[in-house]
């Protein structure tokens, strides 16, 4: 395994804005962005949805040599990857192991072994690639948790977070999946109280998981607003010393993400506050006191007038 690597981790719940930061750091550092690394077996490898590039990811030639090197020297069959990976990345299960860091467990033995193929299926993509910066928005505490333990010291941990109440209102519109070429497919919809919850404990796994990841908080209303500022921040806090500067030649060929990817201009950013006039009312009213203390915490409400609280 190459130490050179350097891994970014965009950590966070949906809807956040990790594409746009995805594809803002993209203007800035010479990377491999590869979307969300934890479904490249099932959405990628299995089902044959499209990478960024436009072509499906089991026929796109970046995915198709990077599964080649995975698959070298080991007859490694992409489903029975994918069931390991869900054995052990389910929250419950994942969390539970790990603090009460149980012994001798087909959990502990199939925890090794994913962390084996994360570490193959990275080496691979740097050298497909030819970087040494990897960006991985899979988002996710148990996937961020596991890639920090098989990268010890080359991880940065990127926390993500936008207000709440914007989050809980995109979970209430839905969204094409337009990866998924062969049919209509959606992107899943949340209740305001799954929104709400979900939010809670997705940042709160993040935070638990940060003395190991270290951890850098953008607010997406701050990259928005100011994404210049934040990227700046967010690059020194990477590794000002051995970053690369973006050359124009890296092209995405990420797995799964907002539909952006496939449209927008990179340097297209627009706050999207749509909640503020269309999420009113007894809705908002639940989902703010769901979630007061982190939005407290991170100054989503303020008693200042710098405050995000919709006016
Ligand atoms: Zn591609």
Known sequence: MSDNIQIILIGGYGRSGSTLLEMLLLDRLKAASVGELKYLWQRGFIRGELCACGTPVNTC???????????????TDFTEVEALRLSVERHRMHFIHRDL??????YTQNRAAYIEILRGTIQAIAESSGCNIIIDSSKDPAHIDLMAEA????????????????????????????????KTEMMGTNSLLRAAVTWNYINGALERIAG??????????????????????LITYIDPATQDTADGTVSSHSV????MRFSVSKREVRLDERWKQKF?????????ALTLHRLLKYRFITF????HEGK
């Open 212 to 233: 190991k990841a270290g951890l850098h908080r953008i607010r997406y209303e701050d990259l928005a607003t100011d994404p210049t500022r934040m990227l700046d921040d």
């Open 256 to 259: 799964s993400g907002n539909p």
């Open 151 to 182: 990268f010890p010291g080359q991880v940065r941990l990127v926390h993500l977070v936008r207000d709440s109440r914007a989050v809980a209102y995109s979970f209430q519109t839905p969204k094409v999946r337009r990866e998924v070429h062969w």
């Open 101 to 106: 860091k149980i012994p001798s467990t087909t």
């Open 304 to 307: 200042g007038s710098s405050s």
């Open 280 to 288: 009113a009312g007894w809705r908002r009213a639940v989902v703010t």
């Open 61 to 75: 030639p970046f995915w198709g040599d990077v599964g080649g090197r995975v698959r070298s020297g080991a007859d």
